[in-house]
Each structure stands twice: as structure tokens, then as C-alpha cells.
């Protein structure tokens, strides 16, 4: 039996592999045969919808291990961060379908569907139908042609010539309609070529905190043109790589937790720079942008400085934040704050750039010794989730809240933010109106707060829901009447700006960046650091006259558009490009 007539007699033999390799190509060949009474309809029809099951399946399987170094570092060099970002965010039934009609987003949408954890049935449900009804769709195609092309059968290895006469041309033509789709796929940069970034955090997710959140938000929004890396404390003792939902790759490198505060945990500087000196050349950035000095940055700084690299470095720091953690007295204290500064201002000086959330933190920086100039670049926020009508109803009944006038306070429950004045402050107002405190978050004043609105008979009338979820957030500021932040050492407070994106009055301590943004009698009110009388005055004028509260709360609105997330990536892509051009001006100052 010669090679032509074992093809005719077996024609199945080989299609399912061809359908993984080309899809849509061999599908119509396959159809041609069938036109041609070269092998029946149902067999391969059978035969093309298991192989196209198959191969996706493969792909989804892709995605589930991505948190397997060498599959996020093959994401990562296939350059399809980016385009995993937004297939990501599409719901099922769109995913497949946009796969199945538009080939090339095949390996990105299939991939991207295990890397969102999505149920493998109903993905395998999905895969099946839709490949079942393109498979339709193509053999039948195939088979009109077949049709009209049998006569090639009658020739010396004439399936050979029917075979080659369709697939030849159909591949030709999906090549390029690939081609055609992938360059539309690829998202616009403006002439410039999309960069490799890696970032670098000493607090990241899970951590809870503005610096945190500012690292991880920033990341992703350069994923929708960049190939974005990030570097931060691992969850545990173990260095590893992997891939995030949003299309980050991100390298954790081990950790141990800080004591005594649950959730926190930092690098020991023991191997950090040997971790940051792998990873950068496995990585090869085209810039790198740290968050912090502590161990995990500084030991990249210094990394990257010995390879030449771009190095920008953005300032959440305040020693405020830390130090009146420690048992050193007054005199003590003093002396770490000053050491504390000159210690940032050594590593920040080893980068090219450095940047701070407000003009605020920008003087603040250069005053206590970081080499200026400082660019105050706001961290941003995300319009499109806080806004002024985000819906109230399902968080109210989550965590029992009555429909009454609420105060609210968003952020970390420690001790620099002066919550137990809150506290007190409420205990007050409550004398003379039915008011209901609202504290969302978690950290190490949560039972001293709780004991203290028992003393004070409060305890009813105080709600705290622990840590919520990032998409709980707008339904928690809407659920509000005033947002108050007491807190003395603020750089920017993004808390603040989502209360204000979502329409909602401030009150605020007249104390480090927080006057930036709350503008007395404007967007709400500024009170002395720790008036207990004046800041019940100013929350009583607040929530005694609800029209005055909604037009403070529609003018917070307009300052927070101000800081709008899109400006501030904007602002740090064209600090990222100055590289290849060094005397290029730096981007003018944005809202910050």
C-alpha cells in the first residue's frame, strides 16, 4: 500500500494534529475531503472539536501554573503581559468567543483564563461548544470547495494536490489576518517602543498601606504597554517567581515577619543584593523604579548602579510613622528621626531621579538632606471607581449600618493616626446628634479603640469590619456622610483622596500634606492636631446641614480629578524614557 492510498483509507490519522498546530487552516482542508467523498463529515467534525478542546485545554493549564518561575518568565518574554492584562477582566462566554473568531488572541485569551482561576468546566464547556460550532462552520466551508476541486482525485497523488490546492492558500491567508489582528491587538505608545520595567517594593500585596497600594496600581497600569516586573517580600521564607492575574510578573524574594505587626514582613539584608543582581540580569530592565530605602530597594539600588542601569526612586517615607513605635524616649527619638532621614537621603542620592507624592513631601525630602530637585508626582487614583454615586445599599446591610448620618475613617487602625482622638471626638457629637462611627480597616489599636469606645458608651454605635476587600471600597465611602482623618504624618493620603473622589466632605488635621488636599471651607475643614472641641465643632457643621455637606463633598470631587490615575502613569512614563534622551526636560510638576 502505497503512502497515497494509506492517506485515503486513513485520513483521520493525522488531522488532530494539524488542528493543533493550525487550527482553522487544517479544519477547511479536512472539510475538503469530506466534499470531495474522501472521508465522512461526522468523524472529523468529532475529531476537530476534541483536538481544539484539547489544545486550549493546554493553554488554560498554562495559566494555572503560572505561578511556576519558568512559565512567568515565558509569559513574560513572550511579550503578552500586556494583552493578559486585558483579556483577563472579560467575562467567559466573550473570552472564548473572541479567541474562536479572532485566532491570535487564542494563547493569550486561553492562557489568560487559567491565570484568572476560572473554573475549568464551565471553561471546557464553553471550549467545547464554541469549537464544536466553528468546527461547523469550517468543515462546511471546506467541503464546498472539496466539492467543486474532487476532479483533483483522479490525478496521481491527487489528495495530495487537493490537500495542498486549499490548505496552501487558507494558511497563507490566516497568516497574515494574524499578522493583521496581532499589530491592532499591540497597544498604541505613541511612536515609542514599550519598556521593561521592574519595580521595586518593600511593602507590596498582601500589605496594607498607601505605599503599598500606590506599587501595586502603578504596576498594573503600565501593563497595558509595558512588560511590567515587580520585586517585593515573598509571603513566606521561599524567593520565587510568578505571574498575577494582572499580567505582572513578579519576583518575591524570602522574607520573615516583623514583629508584632500580623500581615508585615521585610527582607533580612543577609544575600539581598545577590537576590537583586540575579533577578536584574535575568530581568534586563530598561529602567528600575524603587518605592522605598529599605533593605530589598536599597540592595537594588546598588544593584543596578554596578550594571548602569535607569534608576528612579519614588519617597513614602516618614520616620514619624515608625519611630514613636520605639521605647527611647523623647531625646531618643529626636536623634532617630534625624539618623533616619540621612539614611534615605544616602540611597536616594544613588538614584537619577527621585519623586514624592505632594509638593509637601517633595520640600520635605529636600529640607531633611535628599538631594533635590524632588518632582512631586501624586500617587493617583482611579475616577472610574470612586465616585460620587457608587452604590451603598448591600455594604450597609453587610455590616448592619443604620441609615443615619455615618463618619468614617479608611486606613490602618495604629497609633499615628490618632484614632483614640476620633474616638473621643465622636463621644462628643453624639451629645448632640444620632451619629454612627465607621472604621474600616485593621492594625494594632483595634482593641485598645474597641476598649475605649466601651469607657467612653459608644460600643453600639461603632462599626468596625476588619479588612475589606479593595472592590468594597467605593460601597464603604458611599455609605458615608464625612470622611476624617486625624492622622499627623501624611506624605499624600490616598484614603482621603478616594473619600474625596467619592464626593464625600473631610475633616483633617492642619498637620504634614493633608492641607494640600482639604481645603478649608472648600472641600471640608482642617482642625489643630488633637482639638478634641474644635474638631466635634467642625464635624457638627458638617453633618447638621447635608446641603452644605453635599456641595463641600462635590468640590472634593473636583480637586480629586485633579489627581487622576492616568496623569500620574503618564508622568512616570516620560520619566522612564529619559534614559535614551538624558537631556530631554523633565515632565512639568503633576497635580501632586
Known amino acids: 500500500?502505497?503512502?497515497?492510498?494509506?492517506?485515503?483509507?486513513?485520513?483521520?490519522?493525522?488531522?488532530?494534529?494539524?488542528?493543533?498546530?493550525?487550527?482553522?487552516?487544517?479544519?477547511?482542508?479536512?472539510?475538503?475531503?469530506?466534499?470531495?467523498?474522501?472521508?465522512?463529515?461526522?468523524?472529523?467534525?468529532?475529531?476537530?472539536?476534541?483536538?481544539?478542546?484539547?489544545?486550549?485545554?493546554?493553554?488554560?493549564?498554562?495559566?494555572?501554573?503560572?505561578?511556576?518561575?519558568?512559565?512567568?518568565?515565558?509569559?513574560?518574554?513572550?511579550?503578552?503581559?500586556?494583552?493578559?492584562?486585558?483579556?483577563?477582566?472579560?467575562?467567559?462566554?466573550?473570552?472564548?468567543?473572541?479567541?474562536?473568531?479572532?485566532?491570535?488572541?487564542?494563547?493569550?485569551?486561553?492562557?489568560?483564563?487559567?491565570?484568572?482561576?476560572?473554573?475549568?468546566?464551565?471553561?471546557?464547556?464553553?471550549?467545547?461548544?464554541?469549537?464544536?460550532?466553528?468546527?461547523?462552520?469550517?468543515?462546511?466551508?471546506?467541503?464546498?470547495?472539496?466539492?467543486?476541486?474532487?476532479?483533483?482525485?483522479?490525478?496521481?497523488?491527487?489528495?495530495?494536490?487537493?490537500?495542498?490546492?486549499?490548505?496552501?492558500?487558507?494558511?497563507?491567508?490566516?497568516?497574515?489576518?494574524?499578522?493583521?489582528?496581532?499589530?491592532?491587538?499591540?497597544?498604541?505608545?505613541?511612536?515609542?517602543?514599550?519598556?521593561?520595567?521592574?519595580?521595586?517594593?518593600?511593602?507590596?500585596?498582601?500589605?496594607?498601606?498607601?505605599?503599598?497600594?500606590?506599587?501595586?496600581?502603578?504596576?498594573?497600569?503600565?501593563?497595558?504597554?509595558?512588560?511590567?516586573?515587580?520585586?517585593?517580600?515573598?509571603?513566606?521564607?521561599?524567593?520565587?517567581?510568578?505571574?498575577?492575574?494582572?499580567?505582572?510578573?513578579?519576583?518575591?524574594?524570602?522574607?520573615?515577619?516583623?514583629?508584632?505587626?500580623?500581615?508585615?514582613?521585610?527582607?533580612?539584608?543577609?544575600?539581598?543584593?545577590?537576590?537583586?543582581?540575579?533577578?536584574?540580569?535575568?530581568?534586563?530592565?530598561?529602567?528600575?523604579?524603587?518605592?522605598?530605602?529599605?533593605?530589598?530597594?536599597?540592595?537594588?539600588?546598588?544593584?543596578?548602579?554596578?550594571?548602569?542601569?535607569?534608576?528612579?526612586?519614588?519617597?513614602?517615607?516618614?520616620?514619624?510613622?515608625?519611630?514613636?513605635?520605639?521605647?527611647?524616649?523623647?531625646a531618643g527619638r529626636a536623634r532617630a528621626h534625624e539618623w533616619a532621614w540621612r539614611d534615605a537621603a544616602r540611597v536616594f542620592a544613588k538614584a537619577d531621579i527621585v519623586t514624592a507624592p505632594t509638593p509637601y513631601a517633595a520640600t520635605l525630602a529636600v529640607v531633611s538632606g535628599v538631594s533635590g530637585p524632588v518632582l512631586p508626582i501624586s500617587c493617583g487614583i482611579d475616577l472610574t471607581r470612586f465616585r460620587e454615586q457608587a452604590p451603598a445599599a448591600e455594604f450597609r446591610w453587610a455590616y448592619s449600618l443604620a441609615h443615619k448620618p455615618t463618619i468614617t475613617y479608611v486606613g490602618r487602625l495604629d497609633a499615628e493616626k490618632n484614632l483614640d482622638v476620633v474616638m473621643r471626638v465622636f463621644a462628643l457629637v453624639r451629645r448632640s446628634l444620632d451619629v454612627q462611627l465607621l472604621l474600616v480597616g485593621t492594625g494594632a489599636e483595634k482593641r485598645t479603640l474597641r476598649s475605649l469606645a466601651g469607657e467612653l458608651g459608644v460600643a453600639e454605635h461603632v462599626t468596625f469590619t476588619g479588612f475589606i476587600p479593595d472592590e468594597d471600597l467605593p460601597s464603604a465611602y458611599a455609605a458615608s456622610t464625612v470622611f476624617v482623618n486625624a492622622g499627623t504624618a501624611e506624605l499624600q493620603s490616598l484614603v482621603t483622596l478616594e473619600a474625596m473622589a467619592s464626593g464625600r466632605p473631610v475633616i483633617g488635621a492642619d498637620a504634614a500634606a493633608l492641607p494640600h488636599l482639604v481645603r478649608d471651607e472648600e472641600t471640608g475643614y482642617l482642625f489643630p492636631p488633637g482639638d478634641v472641641v474644635v474638631l466635634a465643632e467642625r464635624l457638627l457643621t458638617v453633618l447638621c446641614d447635608p446641603k452644605h455637606a453635599e456641595e463641600l463633598g462635590h468640590r472634593a470631587r473636583a480637586v480629586a480629578e485633579q489627581h487622576d490615575q492616568t496623569r500620574t502613569v503618564s508622568a512616570f512614563e516620560q520619566l522612564y524614557r529619559i534614559r535614551p534622551a538624558r537631556e530631554a526636560p523633565a515632565p512639568a510638576e503633576v497635580a501632586a
Open 1 to 330: 500500500m502505497d503512502l497515497t492510498q494509506a492517506v485515503l483509507e486513513h485520513p483521520y490519522l493525522v488531522l488532530g494534529l494539524f488542528v493543533l498546530i493550525e487550527g482553522p487552516a487544517a479544519t477547511i482542508t479536512a472539510g475538503t475531503l469530506v466534499g470531495a467523498g474522501a472521508a465522512a463529515f461526522w468523524p472529523i467534525w468529532v475529531i476537530v472539536a476534541l483536538a481544539e478542546v484539547v489544545g486550549d485545554s493546554l493553554l488554560y493549564l498554562v495559566g494555572r501554573s503560572a505561578r511556576r518561575p519558568w512559565v512567568a518568565s515565558l509569559l513574560s518574554r513572550l511579550k503578552v503581559t500586556a494583552l493578559l492584562d486585558r483579556l483577563t477582566r472579560m467575562s467567559l462566554p466573550r473570552l472564548v468567543i473572541t479567541a474562536k473568531l479572532v485566532d491570535v488572541f487564542a494563547l493569550p485569551a486561553f492562557v489568560s483564563a487559567g491565570l484568572a482561576g476560572l473554573p475549568y468546566r464551565r471553561f471546557a464547556a464553553w471550549v467545547g461548544a464554541a469549537a464544536a460550532v466553528r468546527g461547523l462552520v469550517l468543515i462546511g466551508l471546506g467541503a464546498l470547495l472539496g466539492s467543486q476541486l474532487s476532479g483533483l482525485l483522479a490525478l496521481p497523488g491527487g489528495i495530495f494536490l487537493l490537500t495542498a490546492a486549499v490548505a496552501v492558500p487558507v494558511a497563507v491567508f490566516h497568516h497574515f489576518m494574524k499578522r493583521h489582528h496581532l499589530r491592532k491587538a499591540t497597544p498604541s505608545t505613541k511612536g515609542s517602543c514599550p519598556m521593561r520595567i521592574l519595580i521595586g517594593a518593600d511593602t507590596y500585596a498582601p500589605h496594607v498601606n498607601g505605599a503599598s497600594y500606590f506599587a501595586q496600581r502603578l504596576a498594573v497600569a503600565l501593563t497595558a504597554r509595558h512588560e511590567v516586573h515587580v520585586i517585593a517580600p515573598s509571603t513566606d521564607t521561599r524567593t520565587l517567581a510568578s505571574m498575577s492575574s494582572d499580567g505582572v510578573v513578579e519576583h518575591r524574594v524570602r522574607s520573615l515577619p516583623v514583629p508584632g505587626h500580623s500581615g508585615f514582613r521585610f527582607c533580612p539584608p543577609l544575600g539581598l543584593r545577590a537576590a537583586a543582581r540575579r533577578i536584574l540580569d535575568e530581568v534586563q530592565p530598561d529602567v528600575v523604579h524603587v518605592q522605598s530605602h529599605f533593605p530589598l530597594c536599597r540592595a537594588l539600588v546598588d544593584a543596578a548602579r554596578e550594571r548602569g542601569l535607569f534608576i528612579i526612586a519614588t519617597n513614602h517615607f516618614m520616620p514619624e510613622n515608625l519611630i514613636h513605635y520605639l521605647p527611647i524616649g523623647n
